[in-house]
Every structure is written in C-alpha cells, then in structure tokens.
C-alpha cells in the first residue's frame, strides 16, 4: 500500500531562511503528487502539484523518484508561510484517492 | 463563486447523540470525500463518493455513515456520537481526472462531550 512520510511535525526557522519540508512516499510506479497548504483558519488549498513544475509562493518542489521524495522548498522564508502543509500520493490506474502525510507545522519567527 | 460549503460549522453535542455534518458543493464535481482532522494525525479519510450511486468507506469508517443524496449534497453522521469523535471534519470534491486537485470545505469543529 502507498504511504507518505512526513518526517517533521514542527518546523521553526527564521524569517530569510531557507526551508525544507521533507515528504517521501512509498510507491514502486509513477506517482501524482501534490502539497496542499493550510494557513491559520483557512480551508486546505492547492499549493502545487509535481506534474506542472511551477514555482507558488516562492515555493518549489521536485519528485525524485531514486530516493522516493517530494520535498517542498523556499530559499528564503516569510512570516505569511507559516502554517499547516500536507504532501499527498496519488496513484494512477487506481481510484485516485490520495493518500495524505500527517503533516508539518512551519512556523516562521520574525 | 464554485464552492465547497459545510454546515454546521461548529458543533458541540453530547455523548451518545445523532449528529448530522452537511456538505454542498458547486463545482460540478462528481467525487466526494469526508475526511477528519486530528493533531499529529494528518488527514483521515472516512468516506468517498464517486457518484450519487457510489459510495466507499475510507480506512477509518466505524462509528460514522454517509449519504449522497445527489451529485451537489454529501453527508456525514455520527450515529451515536463518542468523544474521541471530536476532531475538525473536512468535505473535499474532484474532478475524476488525472492530477486534478482536491476542493475542501472550510471544516465542522465537532465537540463530543
């Protein structure tokens, strides 16, 4: 079964540093996979998904299928990125229902 | 505006009570999910529907039942409401193709006490 791994509950950086939330998931063929983003009393929302290699909110992410990761990046952090991002797997030929990590919390000091 | 609306949006109940969570959406979507959301738990999905026609249990279905009543309107309801059933409950609707994203509702902070 595919699983996704979201190693950090909490990350805590300062404003101008890079960030890194780190996603791997278990999965032999050839993943959908997707960041989804919620801010502090907000609905969960699209922040970007692998197959349109476009840059959101100064964020960016690569699927490296060797080492099975998705990891969300942003050279250099603001305090409007603070909130809740969750990576999710799709699986083509499925049914196409995600499967979500539990998440990590980035907080960005001032 | 297409949109995904949940009522109530917060509930307090008491052990033991029916509780009904609404889901109505505009977007046209043919599938729909209940998802719950738990601290250190992520995501949880409940229950999925990819038409009126089909509906399918999630990996944490005991306790709750759903109904699509059409292709616009999901439910969700806890038969008999305990309190580790308090968490914030998510609707969310796709598209049935490829690489198409997940729409949430803006979440029912249920309270089981």
């Known amino acids: 079964a595919q699983r996704v791994t979201q190693p950090e509950k909490l990350l805590s950086v300062f404003k101008g540093a890079p960030v890194e939330l780190k996603c791997n998931y278990s999965?032999?063929?050839?993943?959908?996979l997707f960041w989804y983003v919620q801010y502090s009393r907000q609905r969960l929302q699209l922040l970007l998904r692998?197959?349109s290699r476009e840059s959101i909110k100064g964020f960016t992410a690569d699927l490296n299928k060797g080492e099975t990761s998705f990891h969300l990046k942003k050279p250099f952090a603001q305090e409007e990125d603070s909130a809740m991002y969750y990576c999710?797997?799709?699986?083509?030929?499925?049914?196409?229902?995600?499967?979500f990590g539990r998440g990590t919390s980035l907080i960005v000091h001032p | 505006d297409a949109d995904v609306t949940q009522t109530p949006r917060n509930r307090i109940t008491k052990t033991g009570k029916r509780i009904m969570l609404e889901c109505s959406q505009t977007?046209?979507?043919?599938?729909m999910y209940w998802y719950r959301q738990d601290p250190g738990l992520g995501l949880r999905l409940i229950y999925y529907?990819?038409?009126?026609?089909?509906?399918n249990k999630g990996e944490i279905s005991d306790g709750y039942s759903v109904s699509r009543q059409a292709q616009a309107k999901f439910s969700l309801s806890l038969e008999s409401a305990i309190p580790n059933q308090t968490a914030l409950y998510f609707c969310?609707?796709?598209?049935?193709?490829?690489?198409?994203?997940?729409?949430f509702g803006p979440g029912t902070r249920l309270t089981v006490l």
């Open positions: 529907s990819f038409d009126v026609k089909d509906i």
């Open positions: 692998h197959i």
């Open positions: 969310a609707t796709s598209a049935r193709t490829a690489y198409n994203e997940q729409f």
């Open positions: 999710a797997l799709r699986t083509p030929g499925g049914s196409y229902i995600p499967t």
């Open positions: 977007k046209g979507h043919d599938r």
């Open positions: 999965y032999s063929g050839s993943p959908e």
